[in-house]
């Protein structure tokens, strides 16, 4: 009995992967966030936060300080910081009661903050920016695309805006 001819289907060469340096890569991971780092994160979450302490927040505005207000949720919550639950639940409560009075015509119209959300919204203004100083630059990336996951999953949008973009509009400043 003769054997059944076998044909060789031609595959694709796989092209070598790149070489990794792990020791970049841990280390960039590892490393705390730098001063230049924490302070350009800090800029819009202090300008968001001055806009809503002046009561001409626009919605772009809001959403981006209700979003570092997540991401500071999920630090405590990953306990890389810990101690700040209670600061997180007022300013998410005031978030939440200034977004119900801001949209209560249908659409987004800025509105004052009273003295209890204003303590809220400074205070953790504050914490958020001891917070960052216990993050490396992983567990940072980390946090962020778990909140992205989570806001997509449960039907929500991603908006990508710039320290440009959130302080593009009209206001008189001195």
Known sequence: ????????????????????????????????????????????????????REGVATEDQFVAFRTYMRIAQLIEHERITRGFAGHIDAVLCACSTVHDRATATGTWHPVPINLLELDA?????????????????????????????????SGGEIVHVTPTTIGAHSHAHA
């Open 121 to 153: 919204i400074l205070d953790m203004t504050d914490l958020f920016e001891v917070q960052l100083h216990q993050l490396t630059g992983g567990e940072l990336y980390r946090i962020v695309q778990q909140l992205t996951a989570t806001t997509l999953s």
């Open 1 to 52: 009995m003769m054997a059944a001819p076998r044909y060789c289907i031609p595959r694709p060469k796989r092209k070598p992967a790149p070489p990794v340096n792990t020791i970049a890569l841990a280390t960039a991971q590892a490393v705390r966030l730098s001063e230049p780092a924490i302070a350009a994160i800090m800029a819009p979450v202090a300008l968001c936060a001055r806009y809503l």
